[in-house]
């Protein structure tokens, strides 16, 4: 049945009335409260505070807290969505924020990630619309006196072993003992009575010293020693009774024996630390006004296995008596032909100051090149490649530790000849060809078993080989066994079971040789004689054969 013209009209009328409210209410414009929200909540992701904290109802309060809650969350990023908003009464609105703190993903499958609501209200002012204060509107459990935060969770520390299996080394807190010129009114007599106190323990510390650091970096907290936890329990009292001395504990891995000193312990350091942060978990906590801690998000870190060392502390000990015997840089390592394993390495304080020089620093060897060439003429192979037998110019990429072998003198194709240009130190710059005194360990490894050993600092993690060479051949290895073994004599070394070789460069001295399953190297700096290496060799040949108690 056909519809009347005027149902038809009335009909459109409906519909066009129908389209006008729907259009209104889609396209109404957002309150002003709503985009106030809107606004904060930016303000919170791009962690701009000033901004956020102008958008409250108490903006200097605001800040404070807000400020304390990106430090207490660390290295956590946040994304904020607001996930209603609704308008109570003209004056007066409430919303609900869910924010995503994410914390990295440090290893594949562990997001670290917490997901939390917050809810708020936003009220009319004499001055606008404002953003009611209250820290809750940004972080739960943030109430007078609770705090919530985030931090690393780890298991028990591990240990350090040496090679036969005894604790080398255990995480204790340290005291590291500091001098701030802006806390004392008489910096100098401050910085005398802290050497005073501290002389016991560190007597290379000075007044003068500590003022020197201090004219460095004017202004400058300086640090003047770590304190063991024993050290600190007895200084403690005239430490805190001086102006300006600041204390601080710390957690380090240190040797049970204070006497061990290595450029191998920072390796090892390094190593422990690598293995605690890839295992580490994370929590977010909060702590209430009575110090009681609910964790809200997070797990604890697995633990990881006691790392097992290279380092036989007899030798090491042995290695740094012979070290400091001399007023000049000079180095030693020692290392186990048959396994690799780096058994001692020692520097002493000449030697420190120029870092590692013991695996990184280069000199001259020209009884080293004409050993080499020799080699490389008898067997009828290149100079570089008669070099790779020896160890040298191979790249040894040790678990936390720097090493350069030597530089060869032309086609330095091994990696680490490219680091050595730049590791050299400004004595005995890499030139023609040059060798560390890790490179002469590995030679005399080499010679001891008749290829270079794929040298170790930690138990099971052997160094990672590039441009590795091939074994000696039998009859020259014979043949270079004998004349080293002339050498020794000639050299001055008294052990007739030692073989070796020496040689100058530089002003240096140094010495190279093998006994039983053990190679070594000494190298002496602005040497005092022709023969300051080999009576530095006799000398840890002594230590050796009579260790320290």
């Known amino acids: 049945m056909a519809l009347r013209p005027r149902y038809v009209v009335a009909l459109l009328a409906v519909f066009v009335s129908l389209a006008t409210i729907a259009s209104f209410v889609v396209h109404k414009p957002r309150s002003e409260a709503a985009v106030l929200v809107d606004r904060f909540v930016a ?12 958008l409250t109802s108490y903006p200097n309060a605001a800040a404070h807290t807000l400020e304390e809650m990106f430090d207490a969350m660390g290295p956590g990023v946040a994304t904020r969505r607001v996930s209603q908003y609704i308008g ?19 290893r594949p499958g ?26 809750a509107v940004v972080m739960p459990h943030s109430g007078a006196g609770e705090t919530v935060r985030y931090t690393r969770t780890d298991a028990p520390a591990p240990r350090v072993l040496d090679s036969s299996g005894a604790v080398m080394m255990t995480a204790q807190n340290v005291a590291s003992v500091r001098l701030d010129p802006a806390a004392t009114s008489d910096l100098a007599a401050s910085a005398a009575r802290l050497a005073d106190v ?68 920072d390796a090892l350091r390094s190593v422990w630390q690598a293995d605690r942060d890839g295992t580490a978990g994370w929590a977010v906590q909060a702590t209430d006004a009575d110090g009681e801690t609910t964790q809200l998000a997070g797990y604890q870190g697995p633990g990881t296995p006691d790392l097992t060392s290279s380092l ?28 690799g394993a780096v058994v001692a390495a020692a520097q002493n304080s000449y030697a420190n100051d120029q870092g590692t020089p013991a695996f990184t620093a280069l000199h001259p060897a020209d009884a080293v090149r004409d050993v080499v060439a020799a080699s490389a003429d008898r067997q009828g192979i290149d100079f570089a490649d008669a070099a790779r037998q020896f160890g040298l110019g191979v790249s040894y990429d040790l678990a936390g530790l720097e090493t350069v072998t030597a530089t060869l003198p032309e086609g330095r194709t091994a990696v680490d000849q490219i680091r050595g240009a730049s590791l050299a130190s400004t004595r005995g710059q890499a030139g023609d060809f040059a060798v560390t005194p890790f490179g002469l360990t590995q030679m005399a490894a ?14 099971g993690r052997p160094a990672t080989v590039s441009a590795a060479g091939s074994p000696v051949s039998g009859d020259v290895l014979s043949g270079l066994r004998r004349t080293l073994a002339d ?4 050299a001055g070394i008294a052990d007739p079971a030692v073989i070796g070789l020496s040689g100058d460069g530089d002003d240096g001295r140094w010495f190279l040789g093998t006994r039983g399953d053990l190679a070594f190297a000494v190298h002496i700096e602005d040497a005092d004689s022709t023969d300051a290496a080999a009576r530095m060799t006799n000398r840890l040949l002594r230590e050796m054969a009579a260790p320290s108690e």
């Open 446 to 459: 080499a010679v001891a078993r008749g290829s270079a050993p794929v040298p170790f600092v930690v138990d």
């Open 43 to 54: 303000a919170l992701d791009q962690r701009d505070v000033a901004a956020a904290a102008a």
């Open 110 to 135: 562990d997001d670290r990630t917490w997901h939390v609501s917050t809810q708020g209200t936003a009220k009319k002012l004499g001055v606008g619309w404002r953003i009611a204060w209250d820290p």
């Open 312 to 339: 036989d502390p007899a030798l090491q000990l042995a290695a740094l008596n012979a070290v400091v015997s001399v007023g000049t840089p000079a180095s030693i390592v020692v290392m186990r032909p048959s396994s």
């Open 198 to 265: 501290i002389d016991v323990v560190a007597p290379l510390i000075t007044a003068e010293s500590l003022l020197a650091d201090a004219a460095a970096a004017p202004g400058a907290v300086i640090t003047a020693v770590n304190l063991r936890a024993d050290d600190y329990a007895v200084l403690e009292d005239d430490l805190r009774a001086i102006p300006g001395v600041v204390l601080y504990a710390e957690p380090k891995l240190i040797a049970t024996d204070r006497r061990l000193n290595s450029p191998v312990l």
């Open 88 to 106: 109570l009464d003209d004056a007066s609105g409430f919303f609900t924020v869910d924010t995503s703190w994410s914390f990295g993903a440090p």
């Open 487 to 490: 050498d020794a004599r000639k």
